[in-house]
C-alpha cells in the first residue's frame, strides 16, 4: 500500500509533474492498494495504471467547478441523491481502498464526512420509505465496501426494513482494487441480503490489466450468488483512450460475465482536466468500437450533463434525414440505405 511520499518513492522514480504535486497537493489524498501498487509498473511513466492513481500537479488546473453535476442540490438528506424520479444514490462513506485522480466525486471523495452514521442511515430509510417512486438504489460513495461488515449489515438491514421491492445497486471498485476484501464472512452476509430482495453488481473497470485473477474471482463470488455484473468504465486520456484498449477491455469484461455498462465522458470536475477525453474523439472511439464489438460487449458512452442536467446518451447517428417518403441513413461503413418514412 502507498499512502505517503517515502511509500511511492520506494515503487517509482517520480516525474517532474509528480513531483510538484507534493508541493501543492489538491484534496484528494494519495492513496493506493497492494493490488494496484502491483500493477504498476515503476518503469514506465505512461502506464495506465499509474495515471489513474499517482498524482500530477495538473491536478491543480482551477477552471471548473468542483460540483459540475449540482449533487449538493439533489441531496435530500446529507447523504441521499435524488436526481432521477425513480432511481437515487447513498453516500455511504467517504473512503476508498484507492483514490482515483479522476474521481468525479472529489468534492466528498477522501475528506471529512467518513462514514455514514446510524442517524443518518435511519434519516435515508426513512425517506426512502415516503418515496415509493424510487424502484432503485445506488450504494456508493467512496465504496461501500471499506465499510466493516457490521456497518454494512446495519445498512442492509435498515434498508431492507424500508423497503423491501428495493433493487439495490453495490457500486464498488474494490473488487479491483481490494479483491481480498470479499472474504468468506463479507460474502455470508451478502448472501443473506441477496435472498431478500435483488441485488446487482456495478463495477468499475478503466484497464484490461485491471482485470487480473484476484479481480476476476472477486465478480465470480457475486455471480455464483446469481449476482449480474455490470461495469462502469470512465474514458482517460493515456489509460483507455485507444480503440484497441477499449476492445481489449470490452470483450475480457464480457469474457469473464460483466456486462459492459457505461463508457463515462470525464465530467468537469476540478482536478482532472489533464485525464480528460474531448467528446469529440470520444464519439470517434465510440464509432470505431461500435464495428469491432458484439452489440453485448458494447458500453453506451454517456455524457453527464453540467448543472445537474443528468446523463444523456452519445452516439454517432445514423439516420441522415429523409428524402421526400424515404428516409436515408450511413451504415456503419459510410454506405448509404433507403428506408420508407412510414
Ligand atoms: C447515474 C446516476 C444514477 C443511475 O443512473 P442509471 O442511468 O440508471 O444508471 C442514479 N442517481 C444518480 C445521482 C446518478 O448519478
Ligand atoms: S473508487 Fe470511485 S469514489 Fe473512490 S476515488 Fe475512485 S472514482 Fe472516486
Same mark, same amino acid.
Not at 495538473?58 to 468542483?66: A, L
Not at 435530500?76 to 432521477?84: D, E, F, K, Q, S
Not at 471523495?109 to 467518513?114: A, K, V
Not at 481490494?178 to 470479499?182: A, D, E, L, M, T
Given at each position: 500500500m502507498i499512502a505517503d511520499r517515502c511509500a511511492l518513492e520506494r515503487k517509482l522514480q517520480l516525474t517532474e509533474n509528480e513531483r510538484k504535486w507534493f508541493d501543492d497537493p489538491s484534496s484528494l489524498p494519495l492513496l493506493i492498494s497492494a493490488q494496484m501498487e502491483k500493477l504498476?509498473?515503476? @518503469?514506465?511513466? @505512461? @502506464?495506465p495504471i499509474r495515471r489513474q492513481f499517482v498524482p500530477d500537479v495538473?491536478?491543480?488546473?482551477?477552471?471548473?467547478?468542483?460540483d459540475p453535476l449540482a449533487e449538493e442540490e439533489h441531496s435530500?438528506?446529507?447523504?441521499?441523491?435524488?436526481?432521477?424520479e425513480h432511481r437515487a444514490a447513498l453516500?455511504?462513506? @467517504?473512503?476508498?481502498?484507492s483514490y482515483c485522480?479522476?474521481?468525479?466525486r472529489r468534492r466528498f471523495?477522501?475528506?471529512?464526512?467518513?462514514p455514514i452514521s446510524t442517524k443518518e442511515i435511519r434519516k435515508a430509510a426513512s425517506y426512502l420509505k415516503e418515496h415509493r417512486e424510487i424502484h432503485e438504489l445506488l450504494l456508493t460513495?467512496?465504496?461501500?465496501?471499506?465499510?466493516?461488515d457490521e456497518h454494512l449489515d446495519q445498512l442492509f438491514d435498515a434498508i431492507r426494513d424500508a423497503r423491501e421491492d428495493l433493487v439495490l445497486r453495490l457500486c464498488t471498485r474494490a473488487v479491483a482494487s481490494?479483491?481480498?476484501?470479499?472474504d468468506d464472512k463479507l460474502m455470508k452476509l451478502i448472501e443473506k441480503y441477496n435472498h431478500k430482495g435483488p441485488l446487482l453488481l456495478l463495477t468499475q473497470f478503466?484497464?484490461?490489466?485491471?482485470?487480473t485473477e484476484e479481480s476476476i474471482a472477486a465478480v465470480g463470488k457475486f455471480l455464483a450468488l446469481s449476482i449480474p455484473a455490470f461495469n462502469q468504465s470512465v474514458l482517460l486520456k493515456g489509460v483507455n483512450d485507444s480503440v484497441d484498449t477499449l476492445e481489449e477491455l470490452c470483450n475480457k469484461l464480457l469474457y469473464n460475465r460483466i456486462k459492459p455498462y457505461y463508457l463515462f465522458q470525464c465530467d468537469?470536475?476540478?482536478?482532472?482536466e489533464h485525464l480528460r477525453v474531448s467528446v469529440e474523439k470520444g464519439l470517434e472511439l465510440e464509432k470505431e468500437l461500435r464495428k469491432r464489438v458484439s452489440g453485448l460487449a458494447m458500453p453506451q458512452y454517456t455524457i453527464d450533463l453540467p448543472e445537474g442536467g443528468g446523463k444523456v446518451i452519445l452516439t454517432t447517428d445514423y439516420l441522415d434525414g429523409r428524402e421526400g417518403d424515404m428516409l436515408v441513413f450511413s451504415t456503419p461503413d459510410g454506405q448509404k440505405r433507403r428506408y420508407p418514412a412510414d
Open positions: 504498476i509498473m515503476p @518503469d514506465d511513466p @505512461d @502506464d495538473r491536478e491543480n488546473i482551477r477552471i471548473r467547478s468542483v435530500v438528506t446529507g447523504r441521499l441523491i435524488h436526481r432521477y453516500l455511504t462513506t @467517504d473512503r476508498c481502498f485522480r479522476h474521481c468525479f471523495t477522501g475528506l471529512e464526512s467518513g460513495g467512496g465504496d461501500m465496501f471499506t465499510l466493516s481490494c479483491p481480498s476484501r470479499f478503466n484497464h484490461p490489466r485491471e482485470l468537469l470536475v476540478e482536478g482532472t
